[in-house]
């Protein structure tokens, strides 16, 4: 139920913007590509750090609301990413890794500041787990006091569904290449109910056990190159810079 009913909201979303963008008589859409890097961890494995370094790559469609002024206010965009995150931890007795691949949808409000050129978003992202790969490099024998997750049961699967909020900051460093920075979290567990125990026997004095919920975590550092976007030549020749 869950699956479907985020489903329905990307669906619905990704509707709406390509029903705008038909309302768009004069075509100011604004197309662009997409390459970056994730910095990502995952909250509740028990390992701490942006330590995961993966790619992020997509298209993205920006369209203005106010057609007449393009390159100010408000505007919304939708992307599809391939983009992967995930966990890495090498200096413990354990040597965790896990890359998880996703086809991402965020779906952004932005503001543009016309005097000093920054764009501020926010948004919601779907993304759809694609591939799992984990290792949780655990050692054969037992270390007491290092947290371990239990052998049995063993961990549940991830959820095929991730829904993040995104925040974002980009500017231009020239002419049609911009750069853009942002941050996600995950509003729903991407894994529930993974048990850890401290390595000491159940029934001792020092045994402690727990459940914990994974969420993703990550940066995106990423460039964008404005595929129809006009350079800062063509419009010298216009006398409005706002118009097409």
């Known amino acids: 139920m869950k699956s479907k009913f985020i489903k329905a909201i990307a669906v619905f979303m990704m509707l709406g913007i390509v029903m705008i963008s ?14 970056g890097l994730n910095a990502a961890q995952i909250d509740g494995d028990e390992v701490f750090g942006y330590n995961k370094i993966a790619p992020q790559l997509g298209v993205g469609l920006m369209i203005p609301f106010d057609m007449r002024h393009p390159y100010q206010g408000w505007q919304a965009s939708m992307e599809i990413l391939f983009s992967q995150r995930g966990a890495r931890e090498t200096l413990d007795p354990f040597a965790y890794k896990t890359t998880l691949s996703y086809i991402d949808i ?9 005097k000093g050129g920054w764009t501020f978003g926010l948004g919601l992202q779907y993304g759809r787990l694609i591939k799992v790969s984990e290792d949780w490099g655990l050692p054969d024998s037992v270390i007491h006091g290092f947290e371990r997750p239990f052998d049995f049961p063993p961990a549940p699967a991830f ?27 995950s509003l729903i567990p991407i894994r529930e109910d993974v048990w850890f125990y401290n390595g000491y026997n159940a029934g001792t004095q020092e045994y402690k056990s727990w459940s914990r919920d994974f969420t993703n975590n990550y940066l995106s550092f990423r460039l964008l190159y404005m595929i129809n976007e006009r350079s800062s030549k063509e419009l010298d020749r216009n006398i409005n810079r706002t118009s097409y």
């Open 106 to 114: 965020p779906v952004m409000l932005h503001y543009i500041d016309t």
């Open 22 to 35: 038909e309302k768009s008589t004069a075509q100011m859409f604004k197309a662009y590509g997409v390459a």
């Open 159 to 185: 959820s095929k569904n991730d829904l993040d909020i995104v925040a974002e900051i980009r500017f231009t460093i020239w002419e049609k290449f911009k750069f853009s920075f942002r941050y996600q979290y």
